[in-house]
């Protein structure tokens, strides 16, 4: 649905990205993700025609974003980092005011701004000047103004930013909901949105794209399922016993209390994890659970961003994925 071919931009000698290229499915919601100054608003803005590349191509359903930026406006509902909205208008005006601009019929315009006013819980305040609501419901004024057109594509650049946990929560939901109905590109730096909301996950760091695949991909590949997390009752003498279960063993305390991080030279395996099982109830350790690691989202952007030194300081908030039974 969305394709990025070598795009490249240049500010003078700066180059904000570089050789960017990557492809976004129909019905899907990608993230993508980058520290701030990585080139994720630079992007964003060549996808919606609101900028010009330097070098490269950009097409949404086929169809160049600079050949026929008419015709591609027409598929997108683009959310910048700074919400559109005009303070002096009221909310329903506005709405209505942007779908006239995007080319809505006329014969579908209540229509549409009652089903954007819905979707993002805007009715109560509907006949309110923008200028009035708070920073959250003018933040949903943004997303409503981007689906009011019934866009096949939504580009949304760090839709909640300064939103507090509840309202966080809700355009996490509705971010969702909307799943399939619109192919979504959600731009953020923020981790944990990516994780409750999208599939796959793109990553640009320094203006060029260093790593693209599902969630789960990028977790194993990170962790290479190299490491098993262990609790256990004799926790006092189980880190020193743990050491002796192979050589090139490492062993370093979890989480909780009970808890210990056991890192394998190699790849581990269901042999390797039923001989660990067997080791420790063979020294009475008081086996509790024993699982493989893998790295979370925040690890492998840490790693990939800034170096694995960052990735190591947060090792202990692996994300536990799969589980021996025992």
């Not at 057109?149 to 946990?165: F, M």
């Not at 050589?247 to 909780?256: D, E, I």
């Not at 394998?264 to 020294?283: E, P, R, Y």
């Amino acid at each position: 649905m969305v394709e990025v071919i070598g795009l490249t931009k240049l500010y003078g000698e700066n180059r904000a990205i570089h050789d960017v290229s990557f492809k976004v499915n129909r019905g899907e919601v990608v993230g993508f993700l980058g520290p701030n100054g990585a080139g994720k608003s630079t992007t964003m803005r060549i996808i919606t025609g609101a900028m010009a590349p330097t070098e490269g191509i950009a097409r949404v359903d086929g169809i160049d974003v600079f050949e026929n930026p008419v015709a591609v406006k027409r598929k997108i509902g683009y959310l910048p980092e700074t919400p559109p909205v005009y303070m002096d208008m009221r909310v329903r005006d506005y709405l209505l005011y942007v779908a006239e601009l995007k080319g809505v019929p006329k014969a579908d315009l209540k229509k549409n701004v009652s089903y954007a006013l819905e979707r993002t819980q805007l009715t109560q305040v509907e006949k309110r000047l923008i200028g009035n609501l708070s920073k959250g419901f003018r933040q949903r004024v943004g997303i409503a103004q981007a689906l009011v057109s019934n866009p096949e594509v939504l580009i949304l650049d760090e839709p909640t930013v300064g939103l507090d946990p509840r309202q966080v929560a809700e355009i996490r939901s509705l971010i969702q909901e909307l799943r399939g109905q619109h192919t979504i590109i959600l731009s953020t730096h923020i981790l944990s949105e990516v994780e409750a909301t999208c599939q796959r996950v793109i990553i640009i760091h320094k203006g060029k794209i260093v790593a693209e695949d599902s969630l789960e991909n990028l977790t194993k590949l990170k962790s290479g399922t190299n490491k098993a997390i262990v609790r256990v009752r004799e926790v006092e003498r189980a880190q020193k016993v743990l050491e002796e279960f192979a050589p090139g063993v490492k062993v370093r305390k979890g989480r909780l209390s009970d808890e210990f991080e056991i890192s394998f030279a190699g790849q581990t395996s269901g042999h390797v994890m039923d001989d660990l099982a067997q080791f420790i109830i063979k020294n009475n350790l008081g086996i509790v659970e024993l699982r493989l690691a893998h790295a979370n989202l925040e690890e492998v952007f840490l790693s990939l961003t800034y170096g694995s030194k960052s990735s190591d300081q947060l090792s202990n908030s692996v994300n536990h994925v799969e589980e021996v039974t025992l």
